[in-house]
């Protein structure tokens, strides 16, 4: 039988594998932050931006060590006023049970609405390969996508593009996806990381969509840094569909 250290191991070999027979092998690059970013302002200056293969939270170590808290967005099946993630819910919610202390949090957990909740001082103790590091802290912002929404295909000069049915998906992914960035600037929060949010296996809303949206946030609130980390988690099914996220937002993300 195989640990769960030979599984994470091999999806990760056959991710980066895959990334690099492409041209898009450079896409691993290191996160260069501006010395000056921790005094930099939301609002002020255009954004820096990152599309990582790299793992979520080990990339906030990243950010931590240049003196700069990050958010974190996590993608969770539910949460509503005063409710924490349920343990084990999806490979994500599982993935900050295993690392961080969320289990033990209650009193500085704040609900934002019915579809967000804000943890503002998360410990992470273990890495991504599931080894104890040394603790570090971080902010997670977890926030409910719209889930499958039904979706039709246009065919136009430039080719197909995928566009909701029904108006109301495209102003609920909207308004999350806007709201992520007001609260990160309202926090003064100067480093967001998340990752192929409501575009994974499981949620696929329209990526094309999605991108848009994440670029109209990008140029409007002016987090000084966002980084996307794009990569499968330990135990992904459909590591295709990682692979085509991961072009398509570094192909269309504005920077």
Same mark, same amino acid.
């Given at each position: 039988?195989?640990? *769960?250290?030979?599984?994470?191991?091999?999806?990760?070999?056959?991710?980066?594998?895959?990334?690099?027979?492409?041209?898009?092998?450079? /896409?691993?690059? #290191?996160?260069?932050? @501006?010395?000056?970013?921790?005094?930099?302002? #939301?609002?002020?200056?255009?954004?820096?931006?990152? &599309?990582?293969?790299?793992?979520?939270?080990?990339?906030?170590?990243?950010?931590?060590? *240049?003196?700069?808290?990050?958010?974190?967005?996590?993608?969770?099946?539910?949460?509503?006023?005063?409710?924490? +993630? =349920?343990?084990?819910?999806?490979?994500?919610?599982?993935?900050?049970?295993?690392?961080?202390?969320?289990? +033990?949090?209650?009193?500085?957990?704040?609900?934002?609405?019915?579809?967000?909740?804000?943890?503002?001082?998360?410990?992470?103790?273990?890495?991504?390969?599931? =080894?104890?590091?040394?603790?570090?802290? &971080?902010?997670?912002?977890?926030?409910?996508?719209?889930?499958? #929404?039904?979706?039709?295909?246009?065919?136009?000069?430039?080719?197909?593009?995928?566009?909701? *049915?029904?108006?109301?998906?495209?102003?609920?992914?909207?308004?999350?996806?806007?709201?992520?960035?007001?609260?990160? +600037?309202?926090?003064?929060?100067?480093?967001?990381?998340?990752?192929?949010?409501?575009? @994974?296996?499981?949620?696929?809303?329209?990526?094309?969509?999605?991108?848009?949206?994440?670029?109209?946030?990008?140029?409007?609130?002016?987090?000084?840094?966002?980084?996307?980390?794009?990569?499968? #988690?330990?135990? +992904?099914?459909?590591?295709?569909? *990682?692979?085509?996220?991961?072009? /398509?937002?570094?192909?269309?993300?504005?920077?």
């Amino acid at each position: 039988m195989k640990t *769960q250290d030979q599984t994470i191991r091999k999806n990760q070999k056959v991710f980066n594998d895959t990334l690099a027979s492409s041209h898009l092998h450079t /896409y691993k690059e #290191p996160i260069m932050l @501006d010395m000056e970013l921790a005094t930099v302002e #939301p609002g002020h200056k255009p954004s820096k931006i990152f &599309i990582l293969n790299e793992d979520l939270i080990d990339t906030a170590h990243e950010v931590v060590k *240049q003196g700069v808290l990050p958010l974190l967005v996590y993608s969770l099946d539910n949460c509503g006023p005063y409710n924490k +993630a =349920e343990a084990g819910s999806t490979v994500y919610e599982c993935e900050l049970y295993r690392r961080t202390n969320i289990a +033990a949090v209650r009193e500085r957990v704040f609900p934002l609405d019915d579809r967000m909740v804000l943890y503002p001082g998360l410990t992470v103790f273990k890495s991504s390969m599931y =080894e104890t590091c040394d603790p570090f802290t &971080i902010a997670v912002l977890g926030a409910v996508p719209v889930v499958t #929404p039904p979706v039709i295909s246009i065919v136009g000069d430039t080719g197909t593009r995928l566009e909701y *049915q029904n108006k109301a998906d495209y102003e609920k992914m909207r308004n999350i996806i806007r709201c992520i960035f007001n609260i990160a +600037a309202d926090y003064e929060y100067k480093c967001i990381i998340i990752r192929d949010f409501g575009c @994974d296996p499981g949620t696929d809303n329209p990526i094309n969509i999605v991108c848009d949206i994440f670029n109209e946030a990008i140029s409007e609130y002016k987090i000084p840094l966002v980084i996307f980390c794009i990569q499968p #988690p330990a135990y +992904a099914k459909n590591l295709k569909k *990682q692979y085509e996220n991961h072009v /398509y937002f570094h192909e269309h993300i504005t920077r």
